[in-house]
C-alpha cells in the first residue's frame, strides 16, 4: 500500500511536468486515462489515484462526461485567505484597504507594460461594466474581469495570481453598494478613467486613479455601514496619511 501511494505521488508529479513542458494552459483538457497510462508507463488505476491528488490540490478538475481538465487558477484553493472563518464585521473594509496597498501599484505598472491585446481586452471589460451599470444589472464579474486584465497586463504572473484571490473574496461588496444613488455613475467614471490612463501609458495617473478608486469604494461600504471603526469623512485623510 504505501507503494502504490508513493508511486501514485511520483505520477502525479508527472503529470504535472507534463503539463508544463507541453504548456498545457489553464482550463485546457489533459489526455485521457489511457494515452495518460501509456505515456507514463502505469496502469490506468495509478493514473486515477495520481489525478485524484491533483484535484485536491485544485490543479486539476473531472468534469463529468467532459474529461480532466487544468484548473483555471492552478494550486489556489478556493478560498486561500481562510475568510469565510474570519469575523465580517468590517472585513470587506479590511479586503478593500488590502486591494487599496497592492492595486494602485499593479496599475503603474500595466500602464507601462500592458500589450495591445491587453488594452483590447480592457476596453471590452469596461464595455460589459458600463452596459450593466446602465442596464441596473449586476456588474461584478465584469467588474472583477476589469481588475483581473489589467494584473495580467503587468505580464508578472505572480500579481495575475495574487490579485484575483483577492477580488474573488469582495463580490459581496456589490450587495453592499449598490442601492446608494451615485454608485453606478461613480464606477463608470473610475473605470474609464482608469482605462483610459492605461491605453495612454500614463502610469502616474493610472495608479492616482486606481487608488481614488478603490477610496470611492470603501467610502460607500463605510457610508452603506456606519462603521464606527471606518467613518466615511476621516477614511480618505486616515487612509492617505498611512499609506
Excluded: W
Aim: proline share 4%; hydrophobic share 35%.
Amino acid at each position: 500500500m504505501f507503494d502504490r501511494v508513493l508511486l501514485s505521488e511520483k505520477v502525479s508529479a508527472n503529470i504535472k511536468n507534463l503539463i508544463i513542458d507541453n504548456q498545457i494552459q489553464p482550463g485546457d483538457k489533459l489526455p485521457n486515462e489511457i494515452d495518460l497510462a501509456a505515456q507514463l508507463n502505469v496502469s490506468r488505476s495509478t493514473i486515477r489515484e495520481a489525478i485524484k491528488l491533483l484535484v485536491s490540490k485544485n490543479i486539476l478538475e473531472i468534469r463529468r462526461g467532459k474529461g480532466t481538465y487544468v484548473c483555471e487558477r492552478p494550486g489556489i484553493a478556493t478560498d486561500p485567505l481562510g475568510v469565510t472563518f474570519m469575523n465580517k464585521k468590517d472585513l470587506l473594509l479590511y479586503l478593500f484597504e488590502a486591494r487599496l496597498i497592492i492595486e494602485p501599484g499593479i496599475a503603474e505598472i500595466a500602464a507601462i507594460r500592458s500589450s495591445e491585446k491587453n488594452t483590447k481586452d480592457l476596453e471590452e471589460a469596461f464595455n460589459k461594466i458600463e452596459k450593466n451599470v446602465r442596464e441596473g444589472k449586476n456588474h461584478t464579474d465584469a467588474d472583477l474581469g476589469f481588475h483581473n486584465i489589467i494584473a495580467k497586463s503587468t505580464q508578472n504572473p505572480i500579481l495575475h495570481r495574487i490579485l484575483p484571490i483577492i477580488n474573488d473574496s469582495i463580490k459581496e461588496g456589490y450587495l453592499e453598494t449598490k442601492d446608494i444613488p451615485e454608485s453606478g455613475e461613480m464606477v463608470i467614471t473610475d473605470h474609464r478613467n482608469i482605462l483610459r490612463a492605461i491605453k495612454k501609458k500614463d502610469h502616474e495617473s493610472a495608479k492616482k486613479f486606481m487608488r481614488e478608486h478603490i477610496i470611492h469604494g470603501m467610502e460607500q461600504i463605510s457610508e452603506k455601514n456606519s462603521s464606527p471603526k471606518l467613518e466615511r469623512k476621516s477614511i480618505r485623510k486616515k487612509t492617505l496619511e498611512k499609506i
